[in-house]
């Protein structure tokens, strides 16, 4: 999988923190993702951290961060869907 900044995270994505942030505030294996709020709110959650940076701190936070996709998270949801629409097509005839 593909190695990027965190600077080219796209909202809605998950990704596992590669190499971690100069200060380490986001640490090798973290969980992270970034999320974009009203107006100009926007930030990075982290999971093992339970909490997020948000984005006037990112430069300082996030420096030096890189990140690939989280397929291991990807497939588990691809799972969970798969299981959803097999209950929905037994449970709901003519779907």
């Keep these: 999988m593909e190695e990027i900044s965190w600077k080219d995270m796209k909202p809605g994505r998950h990704y596992v923190v ?4 100069k200060d380490k505030t986001f640490r090798k294996g973290d969980h992270v993702e970034w999320w974009q709020g ?3 709110q926007y930030g990075i ?3 093992e ?11 300082e936070a996030a420096e030096g961060m890189t990140v690939t996709l989280d397929t291991d998270w990807a497939k588990d949801k691809l799972a969970s869907l798969k299981k959803q629409i097999t209950y929905l ?3 709901y005839p003519g779907l």
């Design 89 to 91: 097509k037994r449970n």
């Design 18 to 21: 590669v190499k971690p942030s």
């Design 38 to 40: 009203t107006r100009s």
């Design 49 to 59: 951290a339970q909490g997020w940076i948000d984005g006037e701190d990112l430069e």
């Design 45 to 47: 959650s982290c999971r």
